[in-house]
């Protein structure tokens, strides 16, 4: 096994590994935070899932550990794009009310539109416990095709499909 610090040396700043499997996510970044608040480094730790994360117990587990422990130098932001696998979010596991629910847990939590981006810097600023943000997003955003369909969850485009949604986007831009 490498150690962390020479995996960071080769890794670009700021993007310390992916997770796959749904709710591995936030216990790794609550490892993290407990390690940056031992070490008094004063930074921040961000974790980014999705939604259908919440459908895992080791999220919740992580959401009572974090606040108990009062990582307050933790942030996470949920993508609430309301698809996960095959189906809507609600469909397969009812989620709302997901804002109530992190506040239970003794969160500081709000809601921001996911695509605004100074809206989002804005929701990180420093908090008195565990952080977190749900990210109002939708899927494919901008293609006209793609936007808020299941079928693109997995699916990848063909070159044709590619082009035209490339052409979409950089349309929206100009």
């Known amino acids: 096994m490498v150690p962390l610090s020479e995996a960071m040396s080769t890794t670009p700043e700021g993007v310390w590994l992916s997770t796959g499997s749904l709710g591995h996510g936030l216990p790794y970044g609550i490892g993290l935070a407990i390690a940056q608040k031992r070490r008094s480094l004063g930074e921040k730790t961000f974790v980014i899932i999705s939604d259908g994360e919440c459908d895992e117990g080791t999220t919740w587990e992580s959401a009572l550990f974090a606040q108990q422990f009062n990582l307050n130098n933790l942030v996470l932001i949920i993508d609430r794009n309301r698809i996960q696998s095959?189906?809507?979010?609600?469909?397969?596991?009812?989620?709302?009310?997901?804002?109530?629910?992190?506040?239970?847990?003794?969160?500081?939590?709000?809601?921001?539109?996911?695509?605004?981006?100074?809206?989002?810097?804005?929701?990180?600023?420093?908090?008195?416990?565990?952080?977190?943000?749900i990210a109002n997003t939708v899927k494919g955003k901008g293609v006209s095709f793609m936007e808020d369909s299941v079928a693109w969850h997995y699916k990848s485009p063909s070159d044709e499909e590619l082009t035209e949604a490339l052409n979409e986007i950089k349309g929206s831009k100009e």
């Open 86 to 133: 095959l189906a809507g979010t609600e469909e397969t596991l009812r989620l709302e009310p997901l804002l109530d629910k992190w506040k239970a847990f003794n969160w500081d939590a709000c809601v921001v539109d996911g695509h605004n981006h100074l809206e989002l810097e804005k929701s990180m600023q420093a908090s008195y416990s565990p952080k977190v943000v």
